[in-house]
């Protein structure tokens, strides 16, 4: 009942950021996390594990491995479960702390910069997209979703179990900048299209993409050494932020 | 009350098929929707659209216009509505009759397959990339969700009341491609890295993306003239459909 308690207690937020854990949820997310270096606390399962596809294979697994797991009712692993048709598992696990001065920068370096990104998908599939193109890491900035938000865990298919993904503030990410050189460019529509800004990069570069409504925030605004802006037909207002994202982290690949 | 039932009625595919209406909810779907060029059956509304941003300016647009407007209580509203918050505005419109033969193809042409695309999000995202990097039409084969499913509706955010986006299949396509020399690209892990390929494109391709979890069908592996792929890393399975599509249609772009 103790990791019942728990997975329900860290829907919230402010749960997650006190215990420094997060529940990642379904066979494919717990796989994933079996995977990669983060460490499990528990798992909670329910009768229709068993008919999950694969949902035996994991649970063996996990028992081998020595984690702890609680069998709970159906209903009562609803209560807990974020998802309409939840798959009988779910797993409570250590948020990695990470920090900028955590990262691993090369020569040659990307990173990119959430400003108030609010859609837990959109931020998930920013995360899955950013690990599959190599980009360096992944700095939240304070109005985007929690990077530990379930939906958030769900879209980004297991993506920032070893992408380095953390959250930050301007300030922080205004001494590291200068302490490691790199530029701030900035994706807004009036910008300079990034094909001919791309030509010639600066080793180190990182990219900030705006509020899904709103666009860029002043701070970034005020802080950017450049803007940059993707080639789009006036019939259309803007492209979706995880799209514009992959974009851009392609052009910008080393 | 004709059009709260014809409402509540295209929430099935079949009777959208039927009626050739869709149903486009919401003030900024109904909105552009009253830019396009598509023509508007009559729109519902609820008590609550004199409260939304812009409500009452569209209601007042849309009875300048002369479009039929039926006013109902928010709880009926609700029971045609498939959004869970309802602005109080809902448009049903005429369908575009468009097929591949009404196609106004250019001496350079990239055309996006879908080949059972399944998520509604993901296939209105595709539309509005498409729109935004001036793909020359969308085309859904079988086992792709509904161009007009709701959801697909909303995520396109308007894209296809004027980009050209149809239903098709696989013999028709076939025929088509003949008649206007279309070479078929296939997207697959296993492909040519597209940034190679795309150095001398045909100067008319169409691109097909498969299903979100198992790729293409045989269908389209046995008709692709080349296999193309974007390069992730090893630790990620797959890229966003959406995403992809985006990453491919700014390398195709003309």
Excluded: C
């Amino acid at each position: 009942l103790r990791l019942l308690t728990l997975a329900r207690d860290l829907r919230r937020r402010k749960a997650r950021e006190r215990h420094r854990l997060f529940v990642a949820e379904g066979v494919r997310a717990v796989e994933e996390l079996a995977r990669s270096p983060l460490r499990i606390r528990g798992v909670l399962t329910a009768p229709q594990l068993a008919d999950a596809p694969r949902g035996a294979a994991l649970r063996a697994d996990l028992e081998a491995r020595g984690v702890e797991l609680a069998d709970v009712a159906e209903r009562e692993f609803a209560s807990a479960a974020e998802t309409d048709s939840p798959q009988g598992v779910l797993a409570i696990a250590e948020a990695p702390e990470r920090s900028l001065d955590t990262l691993d920068l090369g020569e040659r370096s990307v990173l990119l910069i959430l400003d108030a990104v609010q859609d837990p998908g959109n931020v998930g599939t920013i995360l899955r997209t950013a690990a599959a193109l190599g980009a360096t890491a992944t700095v939240t900035l304070p109005g985007t979703v929690d990077l530990w938000n379930a939906k958030v865990v769900r879209s980004a298919m297991g993506a920032h179990f070893h992408h380095p993904a953390l959250s930050s503030t301007w300030d922080a990410l205004d001494a590291f900048r200068v302490k490691h050189d790199i530029a701030l460019w900035a994706a807004d529509a009036a910008g300079a299209p990034i094909g001919d800004v791309a030509a010639e990069p600066p080793s180190r570069v990182a990219l900030v993409l705006g509020n899904e409504g709103n666009g860029l925030s002043d701070e970034a605004r005020a802080r950017a050494t450049a803007m940059v802006a993707l080639p789009i037909s006036r019939e259309v207002e803007s492209l979706n932020v995880a799209v514009a994202a992959g974009i851009f982290l392609y052009v910008l690949r080393r």
